[in-house]
Nanobody, 127 residues
Framework: VQLQAFGGGLVQTGGSLRLSCAAS????????MAWFRQAPGKEREFVSA????????YYADSVKGRFSISRDSAKNTAYLQMFSLKPEDTAVYYCAASKRPHIIVSQIRAGRSYDYWGQGTEVTVSS
């Protein structure tokens, strides 16, 4: 399975972006999908995830109410719609997929729970 993330770019504070993560190499898009990010000099952190089993979604507190994750099984693609962007959202965003559609909620925010990773797409929010 290969994941390709795209859609990053430079945006002003308050702007919006939509990131996409396209999966290939697998005919059944039955993955739990997540987005993580890593800002310069900081550790990678969880941003959002969606489980296919019940379509439940999860967000980091820092993005709750501003970001929205979704998935389109017909297109084998997951999305992260980002609104009201802030300079602190500046980071490289990575999408990830877990082979376990019923991934346990307590593990959904952990990077080690995911089996496949995209190459990252850079988001820069100017002040």
């Amino acid at each position: 399975v290969q994941l390709q993330a795209f859609g990053g770019g430079l945006v002003q504070t308050g702007g919006s972006l939509r990131l996409s993560c396209a999966a290939s190499g697998h005919t059944n898009f039955d993955f739990a999908m997540a987005w993580f990010r890593q800002a310069p000099g900081k550790e990678r952190e969880f941003v959002s995830a969606v489980r296919p089993s019940d379509k439940s979604t999860y967000y980091a507190d820092s993005v709750k109410g501003r970001f929205s994750i979704s998935r389109d099984s017909a297109k084998n693609t997951a999305y992260l719609q980002m609104f009201s962007l802030k300079p602190e959202d500046t980071a490289v965003y990575y999408c990830a997929a877990s082979k376990r559609p019923h991934i346990i909620v307590s593990q959904i925010r952990a990077g080690r729970s995911y089996d496949y990773w995209g190459q990252g797409t850079e988001v820069t929010v100017s002040s």
